[in-house]
C-alpha cells in the first residue's frame, strides 16, 4: 500500500512538530509552513507519518491511501 500525504497551507501554523516527527519528509518553508519533501510514502513510512498526522494541533495533515 502505497499513501499521499497532503498538508493544508491554509490550516497549518508552523507549529514545527510534524518536522520534528518526520524530519527527513516534513521541512518547513521560507513562508513558516511545513512541506512534504515526498508527497507518496509507503507502507514502512506509514506509522510516523500517521503519528504527525494525529498530533498536528490544527488538522492539517491529511494521508490518504492510493488504490
Ligand atoms: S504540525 Fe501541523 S501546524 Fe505544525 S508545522 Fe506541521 S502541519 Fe503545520
Same mark, same amino acid.
Given at each position: 500500500?502505497?499513501?499521499?500525504?497532503?498538508?493544508? #497551507?491554509?490550516?497549518?501554523?508552523?507549529?514545527?512538530?510534524?518536522?520534528?516527527?518526520?524530519?527527513?519528509?516534513?521541512?518547513?518553508?521560507?513562508?513558516?509552513? %511545513?512541506?512534504?519533501?515526498?508527497?507518496?510514502?509507503?507502507?514502512?513510512?506509514? %506509522?510516523?507519518?500517521?503519528?504527525?498526522?494525529? @498530533?498536528?494541533?490544527?488538522?492539517?495533515? %491529511? @494521508? #490518504? %491511501? #492510493?488504490?
Amino acid at each position: 500500500m502505497r499513501y499521499t500525504i497532503r498538508i493544508d #497551507q491554509d490550516r497549518c501554523r508552523g507549529e514545527s512538530i510534524c518536522t520534528a516527527i518526520v524530519p527527513d519528509n516534513f521541512v518547513m518553508s521560507a513562508s513558516g509552513k %511545513a512541506e512534504v519533501n515526498r508527497n507518496t510514502i509507503g507502507e514502512e513510512e506509514y %506509522a510516523k507519518h500517521r503519528e504527525a498526522s494525529r @498530533l498536528c494541533p490544527y488538522y492539517a495533515i %491529511a @494521508l #490518504q %491511501a #492510493q488504490e
